[in-house]
């Protein structure tokens, strides 16, 4: 059997272990850490809903195969002419490779953002934002700045509308534990396009506008940053929004690594790949989740989504063992769950199978979305194992 080679432990690249695991087939998954993480539940953890412990899942939980190794490093590169991926620890030698190392943020060349905010890339990064969040209102206690407790969020996507949901849940808790005045805070997310959540009904939009006014939060469409400086957000029309917590959630893009090796990328740097998943450019690569740019039958790329990615990873580790076994692949034609947005613990909106819900049914169909992600990547041990800690229904 050839070697094969998971570059990434997220969705797409843990569903493609746990396939390859489950069929008894050897494979090196190499990670940057010895856990998978449930990254769009990344919100509630910068949000201050739970403690980052409780999204991790430990790898070796999942895989149980003996024959399988998981190396933890920091990929750095690949050189496509030796099939060597590189890393922090070494290089690694491959047959075929499931590249999965899914998405940075996208800043859009807008000066300063990168270096003066928060953004929630990974777990640590979703951790470092609540510890952020907390100590500028423990500083408003000492100094009484105001500033401390603005926070402004960039970008009111589903990453904006979520983090803003769990945030005007989380701070008047905070407010009432250090006995700040909730009416001192400001909590406003920022939008240069008309309309916020772009992939949700525009029907159930206002329902979102007034959850989110209603419990004291600002959302601002028309509104294009156009620098950061430290605790300034500065809009185009010479506005300047004040915050002592600035978190950009305005875009991704795909690690400069693909670009790099030479891969066919798109604008956001995603590599070009077949209806099979396989590289455009090498056909020992196979490329699954946010960092692939994969088209349906019309020529419409697939969005970025964790639902896109679970079933890309799989995909791709089957197609590997056809090829091997000199038999037709098969394409990729990803099922469409719907697109769900918490709005804190209680409600939520979107669609499921294309049925539009919100509320409560919305805040339900979210919990069951990552029920259904736990049972398909370990089964009834891993959904039982994770509920107390990451499911809430
Ligand atoms: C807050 C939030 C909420 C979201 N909500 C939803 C939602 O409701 N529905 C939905 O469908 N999508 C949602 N998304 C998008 C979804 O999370 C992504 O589409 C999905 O995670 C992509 O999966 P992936 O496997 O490509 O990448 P990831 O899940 O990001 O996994 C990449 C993995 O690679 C590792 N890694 C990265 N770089 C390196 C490196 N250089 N070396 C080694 N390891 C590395 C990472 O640690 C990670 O384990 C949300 C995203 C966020 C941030």
């Not at 777990?123 to 500083?139: G, K, M, P, T, Y």
């Not at 799989?314 to 038999?327: G, S």
Request: include cysteine.
């Amino acid at each position: 059997m050839s070697k094969i080679v998971i570059a990434g432990a997220g969705y797409a690249g843990m569903m493609a272990a746990a396939y390859l695991d489950r069929q008894g087939i050897p494979f090196t998954l190499v990670n940057n850490h010895d856990y998978h993480y449930l990254t769009i539940l990344l919100h509630e953890v910068a949000g201050g809903r739970d403690v980052g412990d409780k999204y991790k899942i430990p790898i070796k939980e999942v895989l149980r195969n003996d024959s399988s190794e998981l190396v933890v490093a920091t990929v750095t590169g690949i050189d496509r002419e030796r099939r060597v991926l590189k890393t922090s620890e070494g290089e690694i030698g491959y047959d075929y490779l499931i590249y999965a190392l899914g998405w940075v943020s996208e800043y859009f060349g807008i000066k300063g953002l990168k270096e003066y905010s928060l953004s929630i890339t990974n777990l640590d990064s979703a951790v470092e934002i609540r510890r952020h969040i907390d100590e500028q209102f423990r500083l408003y206690k000492q100094d009484g700045d105001d500033r401390h407790l603005r926070i402004a969020l960039g970008g009111a996507g589903l990453t904006g509308i979520e983090l803003m949901g769990e945030l005007l849940e989380y701070l008047p808790k905070l407010c009432r534990e250090l006995d700040i005045p909730w009416e001192k805070v400001d909590v406003q997310c920022i939008e240069a396009m008309p309309t916020i959540l772009p992939m949700v009904a525009e029907h159930l939009r206002p329902y979102v506008v007034e959850t989110i006014t209603k419990r004291g939060g600002k959302l601002r469409t028309n509104a294009k940053i156009n620098e950061v400086t430290e605790g300034v957000i500065h809009l185009d029309g010479g506005e300047k929004v004040e915050a002592g917590t600035i978190v950009w959630t305005g875009g991704v893009r795909a690690n400069p690594i693909l670009s790099e090796a030479g891969f066919t990328v798109d604008r956001r740097g995603r590599a070009k790949v077949n209806a099979y998943l396989q590289s455009v450019d090498d056909e020992q690569i196979f490329v699954a989740g946010d960092s692939a740019w994969a088209e349906d039958e019309n020529g419409r790329p697939y969005p970025p989504t964790a639902q896109n990615a679970e079933q890309m990873g799989p995909l791709a580790a089957k197609n590997i063992l056809l090829r091997e076994r000199r038999r037709e692949m098969q394409p990729f034609k990803p099922r469409d769950w719907g697109t769900l947005c918490s709005l804190g613990s209680e409600v939520g909106v979107g669609s499921f199978l294309g049925v539009p819900i919100k509320g409560v049914m919305g805040a339900l169909a979210k919990e069951g979305s990552k029920a259904k992600y736990l049972w398909e990547l370990g089964g009834l041990r891993l959904a039982g194992n994770h509920a107390k800690e990451v499911v809430r229904i």
